[in-house]
């Protein structure tokens, strides 16, 4: 059962769109390499130690009415930075490869982000960015200036890229942080 997290925001001491937790996306705000890297390798933990926190009830609470389940949340980091690792990976090894878009939102409606446990995802979240720091670590700085195409964005640099990913894991803890927050 699915329940919808209504309460306002005020009564869980925030004051913001819970479509955007942390603000929307500024790619013009700078982010160090350093800064992006650590939020990459430290993402995983922090999403298990929120995951930790909630029931099944809580994972099966939607963050704003419309939104995913915390449920959905989860397995929607593990789908999309799968998804980057490997735009990753081609662009360092290809000359401006196109990549293939997906359709995040019918991903999440898939029954295994809806209703399937967490469980596997934080396991894929924590081996998806253990090799993608250790590849980040690796990576000379120049190289992180390659890009790749995408055919909705046109050409994206890998070091936009990451602090893109950097900003999304983030962004995703914030949704799951009112759940938290909003059926404790």
Known sequence: MQTECVLPFAIIGLAMDPRY????FDPQQPVSFDQALAQIAALPDQVRALAAKMSARQLDTRYREGGWTARQVI???ADSHINAYVRF?????EDTPVIKPYKEALWAELPDASSAPVEP???I????????A???RATPQPELERKFRHPER????LSATLALYAWH???HLGHLEICVQATA
Not at 21 to 24: A, D, E, Q, S, V
Not at 89 to 93: G, I, Q, V
Not at 154 to 157: A, I, Q, R, S, Y
Request: no cysteine; proline share 3%; net charge positive.
């Open 75 to 77: 397995h929607h980091l």
């Open 125 to 132: 979240l924590e081996g998806v960015h253990e090799r993608w």
């Open 89 to 93: 990976r081609l662009a360092l090894t």
């Open 21 to 24: 937790p942390i603000g929307k």
């Open 169 to 171: 894991g983030r962004h």
């Open 121 to 123: 995802s934080l396991r």
């Open 154 to 157: 046109g050409e994206v640099t």
């Open 134 to 136: 250790a590849l980040l």
